[in-house]
């Protein structure tokens, strides 16, 4: 089937079906880690926003729960897809990391560190980094220090940075933890996990994963999502095994043969999402999921608010000694029934974040 026979898909189907597979339609039962796998990871710069993300999709959700298999170490926050810190279950680590491990090496080949460690022999820098965090987690910058006698001409950052970018690294609780704070600081994924990298690690079943939480979605999309290259290659393998749409402009969308459609006439919840959620990220084409009048940048420091499936407004908390404010910015006309829905999640989520606040308050604007 070729791409203009392929059934069409609307941008409303495909915000709906978006939003069943991201467990955004109807929170859900389930324990974090089932979660966290099936989403093939959390964005998790901000070390709140996982639990954000998690919040959102489950029903009671227990931020202890989700601590709690970051100090079982059976979750992890780490480099990940895009080289940005996601958190993602040990099993994803072990299994994914050989295959993303080419994201931080062309990434590392145009830094500024890169550029900096100029005629160095990178392997051994590697290769005392590793010992040196094996030996005992470090930050970065007790990793540089630690690496500095061996090269004193360079800048230790850049020396510790090259782990960074080159090495499976992984950052210790406390940082990470709900209601509790720490440097970040490094190990390796071994010595933290105490096995090896998965040997068989497939890009193939890693796509089929992002198409189950993801799709439909073209290849243009898997590569804005994991900044992986070669992928129309690994598509072409899979075309067997998948099914074919396209959308409004003509495009081939790619599925797993299993994926449920959602239709296009679905109710959307509303539903608060933290700042860097995948939803938003994880598609060349975000019509999907924005509406408009909204764009990526104006999510910066804010997270988003879907309105009808789409992300229509954005929020903020600020925190001012005992009390804490979150503004709610809207950039889509609501109507009575969606602004007291908005209302009440505000209020829940406000709860569930400044639980120790003297007091909270929430204020509505207008772009």
Do not use: C
Request: hydrophobic fraction near 45%; charge should be neutral.
């Amino acid at each position: 089937m070729t791409a203009t026979t392929a059934p069409a898909l609307t941008r409303r189907a495909l915000n709906r079906t978006l939003l069943g597979r991201q467990l955004l339609l109807e929170r859900v039962d389930r324990r974090s880690s089932d979660v966290v796998e099936h989403l093939v990871g959390l964005q998790a710069q901000v070390p709140i926003d996982p639990y954000v993300a998690l919040w959102t999709r489950i029903h009671a959700f227990d931020p202890l729960e989700l601590s709690g298999i970051l100090e079982a170490r059976r979750a992890v926050r780490t480099g990940y897809l895009r080289g940005t810190l996601h958190l993602v279950t040990a099993r994803d680590m072990l299994a994914h990391y050989p295959i993303v491990a080419d994201i931080g090496a062309r990434s590392w080949k145009s830094s500024p560190f890169g550029k900096q460690l100029a005629g160095v022999d990178i392997d051994a820098v590697v290769a005392a980094a590793r010992a040196a965090l094996e030996e005992r987690p470090r930050t970065t910058s007790e990793l540089g220090a630690a690496l500095a006698p061996r090269w004193p001409d360079r800048e230790p950052s850049a020396l510790a940075y090259a782990a960074r970018y080159l090495l499976p690294l992984v950052q210790i609780p406390p940082r990470g933890l709900w209601g509790r704070t720490g440097l970040p600081t490094n190990t390796t994924a071994e010595a933290w996990l105490g096995a090896p990298m998965d040997e068989h690690a497939s890009i193939e079943d890693l796509l089929l994963r992002y198409l189950a939480a993801f799709g439909p979605a073209t290849i243009g999309d898997m590569r804005t999502w994991s900044w992986l290259t070669g992928l129309r290659e690994v598509v072409d393998r899979l075309r067997p095994r998948l099914r074919t749409f396209r959308d409004e402009t003509g495009r081939e969308l790619f599925d797993i043969q299993q994926g449920t459609l959602v239709d296009e006439d679905t109710p959307a919840p509303i539903r608060f999402l933290p700042q860097y959620d995948n939803v938003f990220l994880s598609h060349e084409d975000r019509s999907r999921i924005l509406s408009p009048n909204i764009t990526i940048a104006e999510l910066t420091w804010r997270g988003g608010v879907l309105v009808d499936g789409f992300v229509g407004a954005a929020w903020r908390i600020a925190r001012e000694r005992a009390r804490a404010r979150m503004t709610v910015t809207r950039y889509v006309t609501v109507d009575a029934a969606q602004q007291a829905a908005i209302e009440e999640e505000a209020v829940r989520l406000l709860a569930f974040l400044a639980a120790d606040a003297d007091g909270r308050e929430i204020v509505f604007a207008d772009a």
